[in-house]
């Protein structure tokens, strides 16, 4: 017999119909997952691992295998063209939507899902904003006197930007303030080298946008803290580290993600207590500030910290799962996931403790060869021999040929391997990946003791030049 649910507590959700206790409790309700990359394909696996077995049904820009194997009704589409997603919600009878990428959020999937009485779990147009737009974000945090924020400027036209330049003294960044794909960002010393080349970027972002943010350089080491949030409560998951750097040793472009790894204390080793301590008390006070200002945000709030000499900054806020984050996270969520979703759409987050076993996880993403510039596409790539009881494969961009799994040219899948250490878990991910044969490569480094000690080693030697330990 399933455990009751918050349907059956009569607790009804504020923006959906309210499902009598028979049909969320004695028959499979449907779940509509909108998106169809590898972040999707974790966010089904938990999905299935839910006591309630709800139906999955698919929305997406393509078809994902691994999603495509959980699904009972896949819709490939063009676009995320919200009254599009809304009618295949409602042909499918979907009961509660999950989005997974950016893009349906921007655009305002979200609120006509919610006009046509499907509970969602994501922020609606406006509450993304902390996403979508930067400059909201930085004036959000400067209002709220919130001191996570480097020094910055929003600047709306050429004299202020030219007035902020000559008063900071500073390597700096330029930030567009709308979505650019995690390809926008340009940093001195990585992306241009003098105040003059980053002048003219931050101008041709100006003339396209209307404003542009730019703000000091940051200095020390990144990491991802996502919240679930019904819109007045938060509950943390464990921290993560990307790896965005194309190549081992940092360097090479940015990417999506090389891949991630997380500790089994839900810490990471060059960070202290008071940086997560600082980095959640971020989360809910953020989420505290849209309401105030009228926006319920439900859904995934993932901030992009920087551990620095003196505390953590915030880098940028994501208005849903990281991808590869989110793999790091819900491969060790222990709690019944539809039953958080159900508490984030209902506003009874406080009322469900999320658990997540502890464990390390490392993951790290096969991509073709050439990627990002110049990737292969439509050859051949064979996962047969990697052993699934080792680690767990999550698909990315890969499509389902007569022969087997080909390539599409961007980040195509996903190992996730388990462990007691950080070191175990890589040691897993690196002997399944040599098992797999194709024009594929990956960052070796990811996970590693070396890496790792290095991370370290350098966050300390950054605080004791402050005294912060």
Known sequence: ???????????????????????????????????????????????????????????????????????????????????????????????????????????????????????????????ARIETSKSFTRELLQEEDLPVYPTFAVVTDERGLDKWLS?????????????????????????????????????????????????????????????????????????????????????????????????????????????????????????QALKARGLEYKGILYGNFMAVSDGIRLVEYNARFGDPEVMNVLSILESDFIEICQAVVDGTLDMVTPRFASEAVVCKYLIPEGYPENPVKNKKIDLNKVDTRQVSIYYGAVEEGNRGLYLTGSRAVALVGKGRTIAEAEKLVEEEIAKVTGPVTHRADIGTAALTEKRTAAMQELRQTVGVA
């Open 167 to 287: 008063q900071y003294d500073g390597e700096f960044v330029v930030k567009p303030d709308g979505l650019t794909g995690g390809k926008g960002v340009k940093v001195q010393g990585d992306h241009f080298s003098t105040k003059e080349e980053g002048r003219t970027y931050a101008l041709k972002c100006l003339h396209k946008d209307g404003r542009v943010v730019v703000e000091e350089k940051l200095i020390g080491q990144e990491f991802s803290l996502m919240s679930f949030s019904d819109g007045t409560h938060a509950s943390h998951m464990p921290v993560v580290q990307d790896n965005k750097r194309l190549r081992s040793g940092d360097q090479g472009p940015n990417t999506g993600g090389m891949g991630s790894v997380s500790d089994a204390n839900h810490s990471l080793p060059f960070l202290s207590p008071r940086d997560i301590e600082q980095a959640q008390k971020t989360n809910e006070q953020v989420i």
């Open 1 to 127: 017999q399933r455990k009751s649910c918050s349907r059956s507590k009569g607790i009804a959700s504020k923006n959906a119909r309210a499902l009598s206790p028979c049909t969320w409790c004695e028959t499979s309700m449907k779940v509509l997952i909108i998106g169809s990359g590898a972040r999707e394909h974790a966010i089904a696996d938990a999905c299935g691992r839910s006591e309630s077995r709800p139906k999955l049904v698919i929305y997406g820009l393509s078809r994902n295998p691994g999603l495509a194997s959980t699904a009972s009704q896949y819709e490939v589409a063009d676009s995320f063209e919200p009254s599009r997603v809304v009618a295949f919600a409602q042909k499918t009878g979907a009961e509660m939507a999950i989005v997974g990428p950016e893009a349906p959020l921007a655009i305002g999937v979200v609120d006509e899902l919610l006009k046509a009485g499907i509970a969602t779990v994501g922020p609606t147009q406006a509450a």
